[in-house]
C-alpha cells in the first residue's frame, strides 16, 4: 500500500547509467582494498532498488535493517565482524565487513536473509573469497533469485527489460513500507497484549482478578483473562494497521472505520472467555493502537503527549450521545449514571484524552518504577491511585454511588496519610478483602492501569527499535 505519490517518497535525485558504472567501479576498488588489507572473507550489503533514484528514506532505512540483520546473524553464528565500513552517496548504499570463516557456510547464513526475510528481497548480500571471487547461490545449492514481479528468474527479466521501471519501483516500495508497517503494528500489537497480561497477573488488586484470587468475580478467574488476551492481540495489531491504512482520513473518520474491527474483537472475546473480560479495553486500547498507527504512518512523533492528543480528536463526538439524554428518558446502565452524576466513563475518558492515565496512572507508575519499585508493585498502587481519583462505573454498578465515593475517599486518605510509596502488601490486602466482602470491582481502574502499563511499554519499546 502506498499512501503517498511515487514522487514524494523517491525525490528527485536521479542518476545515470555513467554514475551507475562508476559506482560499480569505485565498489570494485574498495572490495579489493579490504580484501588486500585484512585477507578475509568480505561481504558486500547493497540495495537492489529499481529505476534511477537509489538514495531516499524509504531505501536508508531498508539498508540501516539490513545491516542489523547481517550484523545479528554473524552474531548467532559466532562470526567475528573484523572490519566494517559503510559508503552512502547517490548511487545508493553500501556496506562492507571483512569476516573471517568460511565462506561458503557465510554465503548460506547471508542468503538465508535474502530468502527468509520479506524485506530480503531488497538486499543484494554478496560474499567474497579472500581471492576476490564470488560465492554465488548456486555454490550453495541455491536457485537463483525470483523476479518481485512475475516469479520468474530476475536475472532473464532485468536483461530482457520485460518489466518498466514503474512497475518495478513501485513493487520493491510495496514491499518495503509493507515490512515496517508490519514490524512496528507487530510491536504495538505485543505492548498491548502485555499490558493486558501485566494488569491482570499484578497482584494485589482490590476486588478484582489477580495471580491471589479471582476478587469479586464468579463467573472468571485469571485463565480466563489469558484466554481473552490470546484471542484479541492480533486484532491490536488489525487496528495499528487501520490507523496506517487510514492515515489520511481524519481522526474522526478513522474512529468511525475501526469500529467494526472492535465489534469483531467484541465477539471473539465473548467466545473465549464467555465473560466481558476486556470489552473496555477492546474501545481504549484499540484507539490508542490505531492512533499508534496514524501517527507512524504521518511520520509523527509516537510519543505520550502525541497518542493522547490523537485520541481525544478521534473520540470527539462519542459525547454527543449523552448529549441528549435525561433523567427521564435515560435508559441503560451508563444513560444512567450519566443523567444521575455526569459520569461518562470510559467513552468520556476517551475523549477527554485518557486524562485520568495522564494524571493519576502515568506519574505515578514513572515515579514508584523510577524508585526501583517493580512493575508488579508499582502497578499495584498506580492502581490504588487511580481508584482514589476515577469515579469506577463498575463499582457504581455493583453497589451505589454512595459506596464508591465512601471507598475512593478512605483509600485516598491512606495515600495522604502515608505517601503512595509506603502503603504495604499487607494493607492493599485488606483492601481486597474487604472489596470482595462488599462484592466490588474496579474495573474500568484496570483498565486504566492497563493503558498506563501500555504508555509504558511502548515508550520503551520504540526507544529500542
Ligand atoms: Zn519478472
Known amino acids: 500500500m502506498i499512501n503517498s505519490k511515487l514522487s514524494d517518497i523517491l525525490g528527485d535525485e536521479k542518476v545515470t547509467l555513467a554514475d551507475m558504472l562508476d559506482a560499480r567501479e569505485k565498489r570494485v576498488s574498495s572490495q579489493q582494498k579490504i580484501l588486500t588489507e585484512y585477507k578475509m572473507l568480505l561481504i558486500s550489503f547493497t540495495l537492489n532498488i529499481p529505476g534511477s533514484v537509489k538514495k531516499f528514506p524509504l531505501a536508508e532505512k531498508t539498508f540501516s535493517e539490513g545491516k542489523k540483520l547481517i550484523v545479528r546473524q554473524l552474531k548467532r553464528h559466532n562470526i567475528n565482524i573484523v572490519h566494517e565500513r559503510d559508503n552512502t552517496s547517490k548511487t545508493g548504499y553500501e556496506s562492507f565487513f571483512a569476516v573471517d570463516g568460511n565462506p561458503v557456510y557465510i554465503k548460506k ?23 576476490g571471487e564470488k560465492i554465488s547461490r548456486q555454490d550453495v545449492n541455491l536457485g537463483r533469485r525470483m523476479c518481485l514481479l512475475c516469479g520468474e528468474d530476475a536475472h532473464s527479466c532485468a536483461r530482457s527489460k520485460r518489466h518498466d521501471a514503474e512497475a518495478l519501483i513501485k513493487k520493491s516500495i510495496e514491499i518495503m513500507t509493507a515490512y515496517f508497517n508490519e514490524r512496528f503494528a507487530d510491536i504495538c500489537a505485543s505492548c498491548a497484549n502485555r499490558a493486558m497480561l501485566y494488569e491482570v497477573c499484578t497482584t494485589p ?64 472475546m465473548f467466545k473465549a ?5 476486556h470489552k473496555g479495553l477492546i ?11 496514524y501517527l507512524f504512518a504521518n511520520n509523527k512523533s509516537v510519543d505520550t503527549g502525541s497518542i493522547l492528543e490523537l485520541s481525544k480528536q478521534m473520540t470527539a463526538k462519542v459525547l454527543d450521545d449523552f448529549s441528549a439524554i435525561t433523567k427521564g428518558n435515560a435508559n441503560t446502565y451508563g444513560e444512567k449514571l450519566y443523567a444521575g452524576y455526569g459520569i ?32 508488579n508493585d508499582a502497578g499495584s498502587l498506580t492502581l490504588l491511585n487511580l481508584i482514589a481519583n476515577v469515579k469506577d462505573t463498575n463499582i457504581i454498578s455493583r453497589s451505589d454511588i454512595d459506596t464508591q465515593n465512601s471507598v475512593q475517599k478512605e483509600i485516598k486518605r491512606l495515600i495522604e496519610l502515608k505517601g503512595i510509596e509506603n502503603i504495604t502488601i499487607d494493607e492493599i490486602n485488606e483492601t481486597d478483602n474487604k472489596f470482595i466482602q462488599m462484592n466490588i470491582s474496579p474495573g474500568g481502574c484496570a ?17 529500542d527499535e
Open 273 to 277: 472467555a464467555k465473560a466481558n473480560t
Open 205 to 268: 488488586k482490590p476486588g478484582l482478578v489477580d495471580r491471589a484470587n479471582r476478587g469479586s468475580h464468579k463467573d472468571m478467574d485469571i485463565y480466563t483473562f489469558i484466554d481473552s488476551t490470546a484471542v484479541l492481540t492480533p486484532y491490536f495489531r488489525d487496528l495499528v494497521l487501520s490507523g496506517i491504512k487510514f492515515c489520511d482520513d481524519e481522526p474522526r473518520q478513522l474512529f468511525e472505520k475501526i469500529r467494526y474491527t472492535g465489534m469483531e474483537a467484541e465477539d471473539r
Open 283 to 293: 474501545f481504549s486500547l484499540g484507539i490508542i493502537c490505531a492512533a499508534l498507527g
Open 447 to 463: 483498565d486504566l492501569l492497563a493503558i498506563t502499563y501500555m504508555f509504558c511499554f511502548i515508550q520503551s519499546a520504540v526507544e
Open 109 to 131: 547464513l547471508m542468503a538465508e536473509i535474502e530468502d527468509c526475510c520479506t524485506l530480503g528481497r531488497i538486499f543484494d548480500i554478496d560474499v567474497l573469497n579472500r581471492n
Open 344 to 375: 461518562t466513563g470510559i467513552r468520556g475518558e476517551a475523549a477527554n484524552g485518557f486524562i485520568s492515565v495522564k494524571e493519576y496512572g502515568l506519574p505515578v507508575l514513572k515515579k514508584l518504577l523510577g524508585r526501583g519499585f517493580s512493575l
